[in-house]
């Protein structure tokens, strides 16, 4: 069984607690890496700070990132990401509250690989979440994270 690293850009607690208990799978192993801002999520990506070890901040096989987030907001980090050689192969979900289409055009000009709307409702967000990591880690084959 692969292991995964799933790296989690959220700073809302409720919206990580969901996030977890949709990932939880018993046929998957998967490790959940939380930042909570822009900033933080640039030093575990680049493994500075209290990531400069490479067992606390090791690469994540698939991004999720909110566009709201306090410091270096999502659009900012989305750009960083998909302009540095080393981390363009990464995907990138983002998953935010945004409907608004300049945000959805924006991080698919940025390289954005997918672009989900969190629903409102718990059991569809759960839902949602499910069907997204059935996506990458059961459909999609991933660059490999060495």
């Not at 080393?86 to 945004?98: E, Y």
């Not at 924006?106 to 059935?134: E, L």
């Amino acid at each position: 069984m692969n292991k995964w690293h799933v790296m989690l850009i959220e700073d809302s607690d409720e919206d990580v607690t969901a996030m977890m208990r949709g990932v939880r799978r018993e046929d998957l192993e998967i490790t959940i890496h939380r930042c909570a801002t822009g900033d933080q999520a640039l030093d575990y990506l680049y493994q500075r700070g209290r990531y400069a070890e490479a067992d606390q901040s090791p690469r994540p096989s698939l991004i999720l990132l909110d566009l709201n987030l306090p410091g270096t907001d999502g659009r900012a980090l989305l750009a960083v990401i998909k302009d540095d050689e080393d981390l363009k192969s990464i995907p990138v979900v983002v998953m935010t509250t945004s409907n608004n289409p300049k945000d959805i055009a924006t991080c698919y000009r940025r390289g954005a690989n997918s672009y989900q709307i969190k629903p409102v409702d718990y059991a569809r967000f759960k839902q949602s979440i499910q069907i997204m990591i059935a996506y990458w880690f059961q459909i999609a084959t991933l660059p490999d994270t060495n």
